[in-house]
Every structure is written in C-alpha cells, then in structure tokens.
C-alpha cells in the first residue's frame, strides 16, 4: 500500500491492525495511553527513592513526549505522524519523575529522527539506530554510527552531534501556520 498525506492514521499505522486490546481499552480513543501510563504507578516507591538520593536522572519510553520533538507536518512524508507517536500523558509523567531536579535527561524513540535539546529544563534525546535499510538512505550520515553513550563517569555525555532536526530548531522557530510543504515533501507528492 502506498502511503500518501490522505491515508488515515488507522491503515498507515500497522498497530492498529496487528494489536487486540481486551475490555474497555481501545486504539480509537486515550483509554491505551492511560493504561500504560497507569502501569507506572506500580514503581511510585522505587521512583520517590531515585528522587531522594539521586542527583541526576534519566527516563525512558518507546514513544514521544512532545510535539515539539517531532518535525512539522509540512516537513513530514507522513504528515498525521503526529497523532500516532505519543500521549500529553507521558510527559506528564516524565514530569512528575524528574521535577525540579537539576539534572533531567529523558530518552525516547519511535520516529527515528535524531533529537538532542532541552526544554522547559529536561534534556531529551532521541539516538536511533535505524533499521539497515533506514541506515542505508540516511540524508545526513548514520550508516556507521553506533550506539550513543549518554552518560558515563557521573557525567552526561556532550550533546548528540550531528543532529539534524533539534539543530534545525534550535536556529528556526517552530511555524505551525505556515502550510507550505517542505521541498522534499513537495518533491515526493509530485512524484505521486
Ligand atoms: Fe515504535
């Protein structure tokens, strides 16, 4: 199936298709999201421990917990990305871990796009490694990298360079009004 900015979110996605939730939980609606948000609670004690006697933390997921660390649609191949990558949940969670601490790191994947930037005080990384045929095409590099150590001898690593898209945005705002596809986009949609 080809995919283009029309196709909904529901075919493009193979989760949708390959997974069947039990009971209430539905891919159609937040119940998903809120579900496995809610499996966190099971460590709330292990978590109120790492806050009283660490000083520097790091959290994980899968999916993505902002908008902001993904590109604009306009720049996207798949344009409803977006809705499909991660939940307000999750970085509320990812909050309430790190608070006011002063060292917040938080690593996430899915979008394979390269990512490294602070905001709102929590630094979040995205190092992936791609599958061979993703390494293969890469536009910026990334047939020969390896795995990014973030942090070593009770330090944080420097930041992930070259890193293509939090570097993008660290020079350009973010302009959600304009509609205007990027040129690669463009290119591609003609194509079709
Ligand atoms: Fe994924």
């Given at each position: 199936?080809?995919?283009?900015c029309l196709t909904s979110t529901?075919?493009?996605?193979?989760?949708?298709?390959?997974?069947?939730?039990?009971?209430?939980?539905?891919?159609g609606d937040t119940s998903l999201?809120?579900?496995?948000?809610?499996?966190?609670?099971?460590?709330?004690?292990?978590?109120?421990?790492?806050?009283?006697?660490?000083?520097?933390?790091?959290?994980?997921?899968?999916?993505?917990?902002?908008?902001?660390?993904?590109?604009?649609?306009?720049?996207?191949?798949?344009?409803?990305?977006?809705?499909?990558?991660?939940?307000?949940?999750?970085?509320?969670?990812?909050?309430?871990?790190?608070?006011?601490?002063?060292?917040?790191?938080?690593?996430?994947?899915?979008?394979?796009?390269?990512?490294?930037?602070?905001?709102d005080g929590i630094r979040y990384?995205?190092?992936?490694?791609?599958?061979?045929?993703?390494?293969?095409?890469?536009?910026?590099?990334?047939?020969?990298?390896?795995?990014?150590?973030?942090?070593?001898?009770?330090?944080?690593?420097?930041?992930?360079?070259?890193?293509?898209?939090?570097?993008?945005?660290?020079?350009?705002?973010?302009?959600?009004?304009?509609?205007?596809?990027?040129?690669?986009?463009?290119?591609?949609?003609?194509?079709?």
């Amino acid at each position: 199936m080809a995919l283009d900015c029309l196709t909904s979110t529901t075919k493009a996605c193979k989760d949708f298709h390959a997974c069947k939730w039990p009971g209430e939980l539905s891919s159609g609606d937040t119940s998903l999201a809120l579900y496995f948000d809610a499996i966190n609670d099971n460590h709330l004690n292990a978590v109120k421990e790492i806050q009283r006697t660490c000083s520097q933390i790091i959290t994980f997921s899968h999916f993505v917990p902002r908008q902001e660390l993904c590109p604009e649609k306009r720049m996207l191949f798949y344009p409803k990305l977006p809705k499909i990558i991660g939940s307000d949940f999750l970085e509320f969670r990812i909050r309430s871990i790190h608070g006011i601490h002063g060292s917040a790191c938080h690593l996430f994947g899915h979008t394979h796009f390269v990512w490294d930037a602070v905001i709102d005080g929590i630094r979040y990384v995205q190092a992936p490694l791609a599958y061979p045929r993703e390494r293969k095409r890469r536009m910026n590099g990334g047939e020969n990298w390896l795995p990014f150590c973030i942090y070593s001898d009770g330090k944080f690593s420097d930041r992930l360079t070259p890193c293509y898209w939090s570097d993008h945005y660290s020079a350009n705002p973010r302009t959600p009004d304009n509609t205007e596809l990027a040129p690669w986009v463009a290119r591609f949609y003609n194509q079709t």
